[in-house]
């Protein structure tokens, strides 16, 4: 693990570290906002969504640092860390392969050897099957406007392969060259899923690099690409009833999961799941009033700490 201290962008809070992950076939890197005081001993890990990146977390992080050490994490392919080698691809399990060595690798230093989670969307996903295939490492788990994978029927089963591998022969095109940092923030506004100025400033601040006269995303583009396969309802909700861990699902007012009609048999799969409705969109713990995330986050990892 190899940290080094960063300036604190705007709106971020407090200063917090940038930390690289080696793991056996890829590295990771992240942010570490590190414990006011030393009386807790127990890692909360961060895992934000798809196409964003560590910095998702810059205003929840800084209000979880008093007694913990937190760390958000960017994904494969996302933010700084390392992208897939040639051939391959971003396979949701591969993302839950990750998370498990880094766990097992970089953070075993509890008494018990459990950590908290707090994912948001892809990272919520991610999390919760990490949850579910070990128990035994997680205390905690907060999803935020996330509850599971995305299904598709079995008769849709071949319809999605030969996209995807469709796509993959054809490749991802020529980047897009921004000007400047400016301009692609303004571009990430009006995105699939649209941000706030200062949201989409804050995540593009990492999410860019700089090619010839411009910028260019980070992002792996194969991250745009379908994916090869994708579980069927049953076998989501086969998981979701594996996961024993406390978790504590933050639904958005406004958010993806607002208006879905088969929530209620996934949260009913969840043993010990308490669902709480929180003001704001998607991105509710990143852009606009983030108290009432910061509140439940909060409240839910010290309860019984």
């Given at each position: 693990?190899?940290d080094?201290?960063?300036?604190?962008?705007p709106d971020?809070?407090l200063?917090h570290?940038e930390i690289?992950?080696?793991?056996?076939?890829?590295?990771l890197a992240?942010?570490?906002?590190?414990?006011?005081s030393t009386?807790?001993?127990?890692?909360?890990?961060m895992?934000?969504g798809?196409l964003?990146?560590?910095?998702s977390f810059?205003?929840?992080?800084?209000?979880?640092c008093?007694?913990r050490?937190?760390?958000?994490?960017d994904l494969?392919g996302?933010?700084?860390s390392g992208?897939?080698?040639?051939?391959?691809g971003?396979?949701l399990?591969?993302?839950?392969?990750?998370?498990?060595e880094?766990?097992e690798?970089h953070?075993?230093?509890a008494?018990?050897?459990?950590?908290d989670?707090?994912g948001h969307?892809?990272?919520?996903?991610?999390?919760?099957l990490y949850a579910?295939?070990?128990p035994e490492r997680v205390?905690?788990?907060?999803?935020i406007d996330?509850?599971g994978?995305?299904?598709?029927?079995p008769?849709?089963?071949?319809?999605q392969m030969r996209k995807?591998?469709t796509?993959?022969?054809?490749?991802s095109?020529?980047p897009v060259v921004?000007?400047?940092?400016?301009a692609?923030a303004?571009?990430?506004?009006g995105?699939m899923?649209?941000?706030s100025?200062?949201?989409?400033?804050?995540?593009?601040?990492?999410?860019?690099?700089?090619?010839?006269?411009g910028?260019?995303?980070?992002?792996?583009?194969r991250l745009?690409?379908p994916?090869?396969?994708?579980?069927d309802?049953?076998?989501?909700?086969?998981?979701?009833?594996?996961?024993?861990?406390p978790?504590?699902?933050?639904r958005?007012?406004k958010?993806?999961?607002?208006?879905r009609?088969?929530l209620?048999?996934?949260?009913n799969?969840?043993a010990?799941?308490?669902?709480?409705?929180?003001?704001?969109?998607?991105?509710c713990?990143?852009?606009?009033d983030v108290?009432p995330?910061v509140d439940a986050v909060?409240?839910?990892?010290?309860?019984?700490?």
């Amino acid at each position: 693990m190899n940290d080094t201290v960063l300036d604190t962008p705007p709106d971020a809070g407090l200063a917090h570290r940038e930390i690289d992950w080696p793991l056996r076939h890829i590295t990771l890197a992240g942010l570490h906002w590190p414990a006011a005081s030393t009386t807790n001993d127990r890692p909360i890990l961060m895992l934000h969504g798809w196409l964003d990146n560590a910095l998702s977390f810059a205003r929840l992080a800084p209000e979880l640092c008093g007694a913990r050490d937190v760390y958000s994490i960017d994904l494969a392919g996302h933010g700084h860390s390392g992208h897939r080698p040639p051939g391959q691809g971003y396979l949701l399990m591969d993302y839950v392969a990750d998370l498990a060595e880094l766990v097992e690798t970089h953070f075993n230093k509890a008494e018990d050897g459990r950590i908290d989670l707090v994912g948001h969307s892809l990272g919520g996903i991610v999390s919760v099957l990490y949850a579910a295939a070990f128990p035994e490492r997680v205390r905690r788990l907060v999803m935020i406007d996330s509850i599971g994978p995305i299904s598709r029927k079995p008769d849709e089963v071949i319809g999605q392969m030969r996209k995807a591998i469709t796509k993959r022969m054809t490749g991802s095109g020529k980047p897009v060259v921004y000007p400047d940092i400016a301009a692609a923030a303004k571009a990430r506004e009006g995105g699939m899923i649209p941000l706030s100025p200062p949201a989409a400033r804050m995540l593009v601040s990492r999410s860019m690099k700089p090619s010839g006269e411009g910028f260019v995303w980070r992002a792996d583009p194969r991250l745009r690409h379908p994916s090869m396969i994708m579980m069927d309802e049953a076998q989501v909700m086969a998981c979701l009833e594996k996961v024993v861990t406390p978790t504590h699902f933050l639904r958005a007012e406004k958010g993806l999961l607002a208006s879905r009609p088969d929530l209620g048999s996934r949260t009913n799969a969840i043993a010990e799941l308490d669902l709480m409705e929180v003001p704001g969109g998607h991105h509710c713990h990143l852009e606009g009033d983030v108290g009432p995330v910061v509140d439940a986050v909060r409240g839910f990892l010290d309860d019984a700490e």
